[in-house]
């Protein structure tokens, strides 16, 4: 393992930011810590940083406790959410900082700026200066900045968190084509799951400082470990529920539930697609209904006190609000948690 | 860290220690019953009645002249604004001896009042308060009317709409976003004038004593050494205090408050009344800042063929065993070996108040480096020459011993330039420049020296001009064949004859000069490319 964080904890005052965490991150992977603000993923990225002290547990690199070891000479590489330019130099005077701390040569250093200019979009951009550029245009420059030292590690807090949607999306592709080239080991954190499903191999989420799941993009969003991981990913249909064999007891009623659900009283996740609207079942009445682009979401409130549910509706099919429609489960997109 | 701290234990705390042993100690063992024994004579206690008071008077007299002052370079707009707010700086940063001159000729025997109505004020206390005035002018015009002028004029303005007259709306708005600046200025002049030492020795005469100029005769004419050790005790003591409360009201005055530039509050005056607030302004600052120094000049070139200067450059006065110009040469060499040692030490301890893990023991340094400031040039002088003087340091024969005094005077300078600017800087930008392989010396020089820079030589200019004119340590430990600028003036000014006082006001004419041309370059910087950052 390149990089493995064991049972690392941080304290401030009496609330702890980072509460035993064990991460690992192997050689060309691409981890991508997603969590609310708060959850203490940008206090991972400065222990591992050497930037943050550690109230307990180990920092390894390569396999080597990092203890002791001062931000200067981990070899590893952060890009701040708000990129943190040397305002006093211009854009090649950034780019080379960390090869000049490492004693390059000016020739090399020259080279190596122009080589990764050309890299992050930005050619023959050395002599700007830094205030005149724009939001993205940091976000290379600083990017490049990072990448120059060639760092064992490149950690990545909030990558793109100031720019602007479009640009983000167009970036954050860029990114994950640029480090599967270079072969870049990279810790990114977000709070942004578009952008973490988007970049990472792997998405580990965090709450309160602990490590709620982790596993691939399709893991994650196919089976959230639990409700807090389906709430952060946007899923608002969660409820409780009894499972007894290949249904479940809820307040929506009967629920089709997959094959194999561990039984007893659990949570389920019904997705938006798993609420079909037909002419029988569940009475719910429309109460709003959001245009989507590819869909119409629709939040209908069954009768009776069960909560609301969404459903995704094809465009022609959503009906309007005020409508009186039934609803049916689909057991494929019904996911029992925890 | 350990260097500034080194430095402060060194040249001040134990030099400061050995006062107090001095003072308190006979024959092995502790008396403090001297304490009282000091404070119960008539002429000390009358000494210390005399300091306070004429430091309140300075104080009121001072916010009185200067307040309006403050409004009119905050609110107004007018032709040559820039220059004038220079010249009010200037006195600030001239030495003390040259103000005291400076007021001689006006105020003293055969000065320009003496001959135009036979008015002389030189024994009076009002020559003392009218030099305070024009000394710390600067500092109630700089500290008030800098926020003044960046206090958003809108919020006055939301007062009028909501039914408050502009007399009310200016009580209840700006006077209590204010207050707390002006009662910061306040402090400091009145520190800067219970401390008040060259110019009482100048214009004071026998009549009138503060604890500085006492402690300076305690010692260097009636050479009672427990007297004058505990004086400087009572002074320490004032000094603190004064420097807490004045702690007290920076930290409230760091209230929210929402500044905009200053240049968008300015505006021409408009009617009878404000142009008469502004000739007002203009007249007092004509009459108490510029008049006394032009007489000075003056009266420098009141002789035929620049005749004060040229006998400047011969040894025959006898005052001194060298030509008095070698004096400059002197002022000259030790204000950068001052201003060299004042920057390190002091650059050393602002980048350590800096840190963001800096622990209790480090803020209180910080509280720590200010009390030289106040506690007065005389105990330092004093300090040095009682406790260098022997074994294992003995520095009575070096030259650096002048520098190092005046550099104590600086360091305290050098800090509050570097601290806020050193502060400002993103602590984030340091961990980037970490994280991309900088260690944290280079940090410092990549990160926080090109910032700061222009500060630094903004510190390095104040610490010269400090040094330049610093009178109280340097007039105990200069040597007679070594005097500094303002010595040589002191020593001049006590000699009877016309052509020790003309010589006396050539060479304060050329300390001002200098401090005067050293100020405007600083100026230059301050307002030099501010965009940049």
């Avoid at chain 1, 009768?303 to 995704?312: Q, S, T, Y």
Wanted: charged content about 20%; proline content about 5%.
């Amino acid at each position: 393992m390149l990089l493995a964080l064991e049972d690392a904890t941080v304290r401030f005052g009496g609330r702890a930011a980072l509460d035993g965490v064990d991460l690992s991150v192997a050689e060309h992977e691409i981890v991508c810590v997603l969590g609310p603000s708060g959850s203490g993923k940008s206090t991972l990225l400065r222990v591992v940083a050497g930037l943050q002290h550690l109230d307990g547990g180990r920092v390894l690199l390569d396999g080597r406790d990092q203890a002791g070891v001062a931000a200067h000479k981990r070899g590893v590489g952060l890009m701040f959410q708000d990129h943190q330019l040397f305002p006093q130099r211009d854009v090649g005077g950034n780019v080379a900082f960390g090869l000049r701390m490492h004693g390059v040569s000016k020739g090399e250093q020259s080279e190596r700026v122009g080589e990764l200019l050309d890299l992050v979009g930005l050619p023959g951009a050395a002599g700007r200066a830094v205030a005149g550029l724009s939001g993205g245009e940091q976000q290379r420059v600083a990017l490049a900045r990072a990448l120059a030292p060639r760092p064992r590690l490149l950690m990545l807090d909030e990558p793109l968190g100031q720019l602007d949607r479009s640009l983000r999306e167009r970036l954050v592709v860029e990114l994950r084509e640029l480090f599967g080239r270079l072969g870049t080991t990279v810790l990114a954190v977000t709070h942004d799951q578009g952008e973490a499903f988007a970049l990472a191999d792997r998405v580990v989420v965090m709450r309160d400082g602990r490590i709620a799941q982790s596993g691939t993009p399709l893991e994650v969003w196919q089976r959230p470990a639990d409700e807090f991981v389906a709430r952060f990913l946007g899923f608002e249909n969660v409820v409780e529920g009894t499972v007894a064999g290949e249904a479940a007891d809820t307040p929506w009623g009967k629920v089709p539930v997959p094959e194999g659900a561990s039984q007893g009283v659990r949570s389920l996740l019904v997705r938006p697609a798993g609420v079909r609207l037909v002419d029988a079942g569940l009475r719910c009445s429309v109460v709003a209904r959001t245009f989507k682009g590819t869909h119409v979401a629709v939040r209908l409130r069954p009768e009776g006190d069960a909560p609301v549910l969404e459903a995704a509706c094809a465009l022609r099919a959503a009906p309007e609000v005020g409508d009186t429609v039934g609803v049916e489960f689909d057991a494929a997109e019904i996911v029992v948690l925890g | 860290m350990v260097l500034p701290v080194a430095f402060f234990g060194l040249f001040f705390a134990w030099p400061v220690a050995a006062i107090v042993a001095r003072g308190l100690k006979a024959d092995g063992s502790w008396q403090f019953g001297r304490i009282t024994d000091v404070l119960a004579q008539s002429d000390i206690r009358h000494v210390l009645w005399f300091t306070t008071w004429q430091a309140l008077a300075s104080t009121a007299l001072t916010l009185a002249v200067a307040l309006p002052g403050a409004y009119v370079f905050a609110r107004y707009d007018f032709p040559g604004k820039q220059i004038l707010r220079a010249v009010v700086t200037v006195p600030f940063v001239l030495p003390t001896v040259v103000v005291g001159t400076a007021f001689l000729a006006l105020v003293g025997r055969g000065g320009l009042l003496d001959e135009l109505w036979g008015v002389r004020l030189d024994t009076t206390v009002w020559a003392i308060l009218l030099a305070h005035v024009f000394f710390n002018y600067a500092v109630v015009v700089r500290t008030v009317g800098g926020l003044w002028g960046q206090m958003d004029p809108r919020q006055e303005e939301a007062a009028r709409m909501l039914g408050a007259s502009s007399w009310r709306a200016w009580r209840k708005v700006t006077l209590p976003a204010l207050a707390p600046a002006v009662a910061a200025a306040a402090l400091m002049v009145f520190l800067f004038t219970f401390t008040s030492f060259g110019v009482v020795q100048i214009l004071g005469g026998p009549t009138f004593s503060t604890l500085e100029v006492e402690i300076y005769r305690q010692t260097s004419e009636i050479f009672d050494l427990g007297t004058a050790a505990v004086l400087t005790l009572v002074q320490f003591v004032a000094v603190g205090a004064i420097l807490a409360v004045h702690a007290w009201t920076v930290r409230r005055r760091e209230s929210v408050l929402r500044l905009v530039a200053p240049e968008t509050t300015a505006r021409r005056p408009r009617g009878a009344g404000q142009w008469a607030l502004l000739a007002g302004v203009l007249a007092t600052i004509a009459v108490l800042l510029v008049l006394p120094l032009a007489v000075l000049v003056q009266r420098s070139l009141d002789a035929p063929d620049f005749g004060y200067y040229r006998a400047l450059t011969s040894a025959d006065g006898g005052v001194f065993l060298v030509p008095p110009i070698e004096a400059i040469g002197n002022s000259l060499e030790y204000a950068v070996a001052a201003t060299a040692i004042a920057v390190l030490i002091g650059g050393l301890a602002a980048a350590a108040l800096t840190r963001r893990d800096a622990g209790r023991f480090v803020r209180g340094f910080d509280a720590l480096l200010m009390l030289p400031l106040g506690v007065s040039a005389v105990t330092v002088g004093f300090g040095f020459l009682i406790a260098l003087d022997e074994p294992p340091l003995d520095l009575r024969a070096s030259w650096i011993l002048v520098p190092l005094a005046q550099a104590l005077v600086g360091v305290p300078f050098v800090v509050r330039t570097m601290l806020p600017v050193l502060r400002a800087v993103d602590q984030r930008l340091r961990e980037a420049a970490a994280v991309l392989g900088a260690s944290p010396w280079r940090v410092w020089r990549e990160v926080d020296l090109p910032l700061v820079r222009r500060a630094l030589l903004i510190a390095a200019g104040f610490a010269f001009a400090v040094s330049l004119g610093e009178f109280g340590a340097t007039v105990f430990i200069a040597r007679p064949d070594n005097p500094t600028l303002p010595v040589a003036v002191a020593r001049l000014l006590g000699r009877a004859g016309d052509l020790n006082y003309g010589q006396a006001m050539a060479l304060s004419t050329i300390l001002m000069v200098v401090c005067a041309v050293a100020l405007l370059v600083l100026e230059r910087l301050r307002t030099d490319r501010t965009g940049e950052f």
